[in-house]
């Protein structure tokens, strides 16, 4: 690649000094950025494929259904292809798959009875007939049947006859209809016993579970845990389920942990990573608190050993008491003391586990359930310290929703659960609160399922909790204004390094909000984007990359965003563009990252002619290569030059251009 690019400078038509600046530039950015050429508006999944299900035979080739996903294995040169929704498939959740021979197409249907068809070079063709016909009956397609060039889906009300060659479904039959098909070709499963000793030995990479409820991004890696439960819900749960993501690969933690413990590990909900040891992690869930030292099980913190209490419901019974001791919420302070939510326990239910492992309880009445005397609240989560040092946590709760905030200095613990906006509109009624957050603005933001509100920084500083919601003027002609994401159940909201508000609900899909509020810069759902689910649990978000990950209740993916943290200052250290250089093929945005906040960024060329200019997305600036006319550049080198808050200015850095 450097070669050619060379040979390509050596053609640029001017003078000898850019040509040597532009050669001697060259090498390092080939070196320092291309592990760094993620795109702006790029997606990827993180799906698992470790669970076998179905192996399809197709010449030099075999297909594989694992883990309700698909990849493909090449006999003959040991490749392997992952397929999603980034590559071209339809759909998530694959139900079933079966080989073609004579189409030379893989029949793939999804549990929602899309339908796909897939070539061995990669090329797929949606069906999506069955998919989006309203028929009476279970559509479910439990087996498909190959005769020739058809397929025969066989679905809960009946049989669907697809012509594979032709990509189309050719009839369908109801069980009472006259030519309903009676004696069709056995299903063939003698593929997955031939290969599965083979498949068995593939690594096609991903987490080993699709379980995603909570999630955290610590010093490089995302820390994911796998629960489902959070209270009033009696049921087997998922197995006790800690991913970790490093950027490159997946690490699961021990899930044995019940022959350790005696009692049963089971939907761990929420996570933290301690400041002062980055290898020391805290967990909590149903049966309660467990540490985690180098991926290590360290303790275990329960009714018996801590103050810790069962759920008061299942008190007086020995196994339940243990399966029950409710720990939805966690979060470490600066000095790696961390504080423990203990939801449903008799008068304890806000607690701190001190560095040298002391414990401290905190009564507060203000915790205990409004219906039940000295019980506490039903679903304490969402645990974070703001900017100022307050514990902020909810009570996700029809029963009795609330907002908490604790003065940890003062040991005053403040409550809100009158949700009336600053227009005197009631959401009292049937209100659940999913998660809290800070703005970059010190603003603190709620997710709830009837809308997002806030409490603004100047009412915090004197403990005065108004709520209010942001008005989105209609620009219409009119004074009317409607209320940001009123009306959606919103399940998580997380804010990037630009200040914008990274909304997941349930059943919409995922919203960025401008960091002013009045913008929608953003609505990907499954049916606009390669989004894999419309019902997001959790957001988190890779500040250094702009990486923003989504937790599904059909597993995880991300998209690359255009906004990073930002650097308190900017020096030609810490401020780089990439790609770079940019080459004659490329037609992306050119990303310039590690800029201030907010700052003042001039795309200028070497005669100091004016490009493009804008402000930075927390510490990002993107370039779509053109100039203010909407002209693609010339080759050369552009240099960036940015300017602060307080009005210094400078190059950070430059951008060499080949076409």
Known sequence: ME??????????????????????????????????SAQIGSWRNYLSYAEVQQIQAAGDNIFVMASNSLYQYNLKDQSIVTFDKTNGMSDVDIKQIRWCKQAKRLVVVYSNSNIDLIETNGNI???????????????????????????????????????????????????????????????????????????????????????????????????????????????MGHPGTIQVFDGNNWTLYPQDINNT??????????????????????????????????????????????????????????????????????????????????????????????????????????????????????????????????LWFVNTSWDAPAVFCYDIWMDTLYKYDSFINQDGVSYNTNALIYDITEDKRGNIWIATNK???????????????????????????????????????????????????????????LF?????????????????????SDNILDVSINGTTGEVFILTDKGL??????????????????????????????????TITGLSYDADVKILSTNGALMAEGRSNGGTFTWDGCDRNGNRVASGIYMVVTATSNGDKGTVCKIAIVR
């Open 557 to 590: 993916c991300s998209y690359m965003s255009n906004a990073t943290t930002p650097n308190e200052e900017m020096t030609t250290d810490n401020v780089w563009a990439y790609p770079n250089p940019v080459t004659p093929d490329y037609t992306g945005l050119i």
């Open 512 to 532: 960025l909000i401008s960091e002013d509020n009045m913008t929608q810069v953003h609505h990907f759902t499954t049916s606009n984007s390669p989004l894999i």
């Open 125 to 235: 063709i949606n069906i999506s007939d069955l998919y989006t016909k309203s028929i009476i009956g279970d559509k479910t397609v439990s087996s498909i049947r190959i005769d020739g060039v058809y397929a025969y889906l066989i679905c809960g009300f009946g049989i669907v006859k697809l012509n594979v060659q032709r990509a189309e479904i050719a009839d369908s039959y109801t069980k009472n209809h006259p030519d309903y098909p009676t004696s069709l070709p056995a299903e063939d499963n003698s593929d997955y016993d031939k290969y599965i000793d083979v498949v068995k030995t593939l690594q096609p990479g991903g987490p080993k579970y699709n379980w995603f409820y909570e999630s955290k991004f610590v010093n490089g890696k995302l820390y994911t845990t796998g629960g489902q439960f959070l209270s009033g819900i009696v049921g």
């Open 3 to 36: 070669l050619k690019v060379l040979k390509k400078i050596k053609e640029i038509k001017t003078n000898a000094v850019l040509v040597k600046r532009l050669i001697v530039f060259l090498p390092l950015y080939l070196f320092i950025f291309l592990p760094l």
């Open 261 to 390: 413990t005696g009692f049963r590990y089971v939907d761990i909900n929420c996570i933290d990573v301690d400041p002062t040891d980055p290898t020391h992690i805290a967990v909590g869930g149903r049966s309660g608190l467990y540490e985690f030292k180098n991926g290590i099980l360290k303790a275990y913190h329960y009714k018996d050993n801590s103050p810790l209490r069962p759920a008061w419901n299942h008190t007086n019974n020995e196994e339940h008491e243990n399966s029950y001791t409710l720990v939805h919420g966690i979060k470490y302070d600066s000095e790696g003391n961390l504080w423990v939510l203990n939801s449903q326990a008799k008068d304890i239910n806000l607690l701190q586990l001190t560095k040298d492992g002391q414990w401290k309880k905190f009564t507060k009445t203000e915790l205990y359930n409004k219906n039940k005397k000295d019980i506490g609240c039903e679903g304490l989560r969402s645990a974070f310290i703001d900017s100022r040092g307050l």
């Open 451 to 509: 809308a997002i509100f806030y409490f603004s920084k100047e009412d915090i500083e004197n403990f005065n909790f108004n709520l209010y919601q942001e008005k989105i003027p209609r620009n219409d002609g009119t004074d009317y204004a409607d209320y940001l994401l009123t009306g959606l159940s919103s399940r998580c909201i997380k804010v990037d390094g630009g200040g914008r508000k990274w909304v997941g609900t349930e059943g919409n899909g």
